[in-house]
């Protein structure tokens, strides 16, 4: 692997707007581009075609063999040296992996006009870890569509890519800022939703079998707002048996969905 002497001033312009792209979601959407930290993240995106545009080295990581196999298997991917000291200045994790690289993000996409079997639908999700974790699981979960509704954590920050794991290039699709309140009014299939509220019904003896099916999962700690929750035809409840009140909604998401796919695997 042949590459040209590293990078060292933080002044250079292509570190500059780097370093925008892991700590700026203004110049992320002002670019159209974002950064994918740690070589799984950057094999994710290629193994589903996604648009690399540039992979960035630590030079004190480069010659690793996880590091090199993935730069010759991207051999066509522009590829930058830089120094460690660079490099940790524009990695947007405490402990950088060697590797980063610079994805153009995709057009926004409106909501479908038609519903996916299952559908999930998230309501101002602000923690990028929780939101990373959520399309993690649904993914996992063979779900097909999330939609993210405003005042959720930015879709395609390097937080909220690190904790999906390679989700956001297994969903079919993976809406931003969506205002779901009249697209739902279209639809006439089973709504449910997390609550504590008396009269929900234990997600043990709700129906998941229906399709097409929207699943509800509101912010951490407000849960779903008063018009989202009536929407819900199905309010379900978990039930706890140890002295808990309530789950986190990243662990609430997991139980329901994982719950459906228990039920309805071949």
């Keep these: ?11 250079n312009a292509r570190v500059r707007h780097w370093h925008a792209l892991a700590t700026s979601a203004r110049a992320r959407h002002e670019s159209g581009q974002t950064l994918l930290d740690g070589a799984h993240l ?13 992979i960035l080295l630590d030079e004190t990581r480069a010659a690793q063999p996880e590091i090199a196999a993935l730069c010759q298997r ?39 006009a038609q519903f996916a079997p299952v559908t999930v639908i998230l309501e101002a999700i602000q923690d990028p870890g929780n939101l990373g974790t959520l399309l993690r699981t649904a993914a996992a979960a063979g779900v097909q569509h999330v939609h ?35 697209w739902l009014a279209g639809f006439d299939g089973a709504i449910l939703a997390t609550t504590l509220a008396a009269g929900a019904r234990s997600l043990w003896q709700t129906d998941l079998s229906a399709r097409p ?33 309530s789950l986190n909604v990243a662990a609430a998401a997991a139980v329901c969905l994982f719950e459906m796919a228990r039920r309805t695997a071949p």
């Design 213 to 245: 099916l929207v699943w509800l999962f509101g912010n951490e700690g407000a849960g779903l707002s008063p018009a989202l929750a009536a929407r819900a035809t199905h309010p379900v409840i978990i039930p706890m048996p140890g002295r808990m009140e």
């Design 42 to 54: 950057i094999a994710a995106a290629l193994d589903a075609g996604q648009p690399v545009a540039q």
């Design 148 to 182: 993210c509704t405003p005042g959720c954590a930015r879709l395609w920050s390097p937080k909220v890519l690190r904790a999906a794991m390679g989700a956001h290039f297994c969903l079919p699709q993976l809406t931003e800022n969506a205002h779901v309140h009249d």
């Design 74 to 112: 991207a051999a066509a991917v522009p590829c930058t040296v830089l120094s460690e000291a660079v490099f940790r200045h524009i990695s947007p994790v405490e402990h950088p992996a060697g590797i980063l690289a610079v994805l153009n993000l995709p057009p926004p996409a409106p909501l479908p």
């Design 1 to 11: 692997m042949n590459l040209d002497a590293p990078i060292r001033s933080r002044q």
